[in-house]
C-alpha cells in the first residue's frame, strides 16, 4: 500500500494573514442611527428624510473616503425612528440618569444621539440583552471619543437598563401593587 503524499508546508510569509470580522450589520446600522439622530438635530432634517438619504447615500457607501459600514436596514430603520417617536420617554430618563446638574441638553450632540438610540433599544428592544446593548453603544462612542465620554455612556445606560430591565442584572422586581 502507497503512503499519501505529504502536503508541503507553507512558509510563514506566504500564508494570508487573517482578516479581520466584518462588522455586523447591527453595529453599521448603530452606527448609521447615531450619525442620522446627529444629522437630524443640526440639520432640522425629518425621519423620513434621514432615512431616505442614509440607506441611498450613506450606508455601506464610501463618502469622501470614508467608507461606511453594511447595515441591518430594518433595525436601522426601527432604532432611527424609535429614538424620535419615544423622545419624550427617553430624554426623562437619561436626565434622570446623568449627573445632577447636567441635563441632557447640556451634552455634546453626538453624545445625546448615542445615549438615545441606547436608552431606545433599552426601554423598547426587549430582544436586544441589555448588556449587549449597552457594550454596543460603548463601542460607537469609541468611534467619535477618545476621552471619558465612553466612560459616560457606559455609566448613563448602565443605569437605565438596572431601572428598565432590573431581572437582567440580577435585581429581583419590585412587587406588584395590587
Known amino acids: 500500500m502507497s503512503q499519501p503524499a505529504e502536503t508541503p508546508a507553507v512558509p510563514e510569509a506566504a500564508k494570508p494573514e487573517p482578516k479581520p470580522a466584518p462588522l455586523s450589520l447591527r453595529k453599521g446600522a ?88 441606547g436608552a431606545y433599544e433599552l426601554m423598547f428592544r426587549r430582544d436586544v440583552p441589555a448588556r449587549a446593548a449597552i457594550s454596543e453603544y460603548v463601542d460607537v462612542a469609541h468611534s467619535f471619543y477618545s476621552g471619558d465620554e465612553p466612560g459616560l455612556v457606559n455609566a448613563v445606560l448602565d443605569r437605565v437598563g438596572r431601572e428598565t430591565r432590573s431581572t437582567e442584572f440580577g435585581i429581583p422586581a419590585a412587587p406588584k401593587k395590587a
Open 30 to 117: 448603530r452606527l448609521a442611527v447615531v450619525q442620522a439622530l446627529y444629522e437630524m438635530e443640526i440639520s432640522d432634517k425629518g425621519v423620513i428624510e434621514a432615512l431616505a438619504e442614509f440607506e441611498a447615500f450613506w450606508i455601506g457607501q464610501e463618502v469622501d473616503g470614508v467608507v461606511h459600514p453594511p447595515a441591518e436596514t430594518a433595525f436601522f430603520r426601527d432604532v432611527l425612528r424609535g429614538a424620535v417617536e419615544e423622545q419624550r420617554a427617553i430624554d426623562p430618563k437619561l436626565d434622570a440618569a446623568l449627573t445632577k446638574g447636567w441635563p441632557l441638553r447640556r451634552l455634546e450632540v453626538v453624545l445625546r444621539a448615542i445615549l438615545r438610540a
